[in-house]
């Protein structure tokens, strides 16, 4: 695993303080609060705490609603580097923009190429854990900063299953879940398999059931993040069609956009789990330690 070198303070929004605490802990550093203030116009003023002789500074920021973050990560970093901060680093839990790896029509813009260059601009380091990334291979690609760190909450969901379910099953709701999957099920001890997905659009998908006997199982579907929700439902729905006894999931990025986990339920997903790069009700991992193992130095 690649790693990142320990900051000697760790910034974080008012939102973020409790992960924030958690992983100042973790990591045995200090942590302060970024403050905010919001103009009637809606423009963001920050104020960062004094950092003395801290040269290594991170700066938390899970990318969740991602819009304004971007750019309160940029009036944070570019004053950090203002008040002399030599290596600053980027942990975001949760990293957006990653999904627009391409351009399918002319005059698309490659989001994660832009916003990942952008980043690379402002960080010598970033940590992110499980990036939905789909045509490239590493996180250097689409962030070129000297120091990338990708982590996966996977193993720690595999463990937390195999705590909660005697023998579940772990099936991927796509092929390009198998990560995800293969890895929380090796961690937990546990048999798993993957769905057939053909994607006509954001919320228009084809699912096709696993090639494995999933009668009377209990079935754990595991993938990286749960955006509209349709994946997880449509390959819940096959799964209980074919006999499973019952469906649940598990994720590392809770997004849950507007009416997911209502979807999901009706689609006969019982108990939702997730890790909490994302703040959510369902998160039953956490991940501080995990990041803070990323660490060195």
Not at 68 to 76: P, R, S
Not at 81 to 109: K, N
Not at 219 to 246: C, E, P
Request: glycine letters at 8%; charged letters at 20%; proline letters at 6%.
């Amino acid at each position: 695993m690649n790693t990142a070198p320990r900051p000697g303070l760790l910034l974080a929004f008012d939102d973020e303080a409790r992960f924030a605490q958690a992983l100042a802990d973790a990591c045995g550093v200090r942590h302060a609060a970024i403050v905010r203030h919001r103009f009637p116009d809606g423009e963001l003023k920050l104020k960062l705490p004094p950092l003395g002789a801290a040269d290594r500074v991170a700066i938390l920021r899970s990318l969740h609603d991602p819009n304004e973050k971007l750019i309160e990560l940029l009036l944070a970093a570019r004053t950090a580097r203002d008040q002399g901060v030599g290596h600053l680093t980027l942990v975001a839990p949760y990293l957006a923009y990653m999904r627009q790896d391409a351009a399918f029509e002319t005059g698309e813009a490659v989001s994660q190429r832009i916003v990942g260059g952008w980043l690379a601009q402002l960080f010598d380091a970033v940590v992110t854990i499980d990036p939905h990334l789909h045509r490239i291979r590493s996180l250097e690609e689409a962030i070129p900063a000297p120091t990338t760190v990708t982590l996966t909450a996977a193993p720690a969901l595999g463990r937390m299953i195999a705590a909660r379910i005697r023998d579940a099953l772990v099936i991927g709701p796509d092929e390009e879940s198998a990560q995800w999957a293969g890895a929380a099920a090796r961690a937990g001890g546990l048999a798993w398999s993957v769905c057939l997905k053909e994607r006509r659009g954001d919320r228009d998908v084809s699912i096709s059931a696993p090639p494995v006997d999933v009668k009377g199982r209990h079935v754990v579907l595991v993938d990286d993040v749960a955006s509209t929700g349709r994946t997880l439902a449509h390959a819940a729905r096959m799964i209980l069609q074919a006999g499973a006894a019952r469906c649940d999931a598990a994720v590392t990025h809770p997004v849950f956009a507007a009416d997911a986990l209502a979807v999901m339920e009706a689609h006969g997903i019982g108990s939702v789990w997730s890790s909490d790069t994302i703040p959510h009700f369902t998160n039953a991992v956490a991940v501080a330690p995990l990041i803070a193992a990323a660490f060195a130095g």
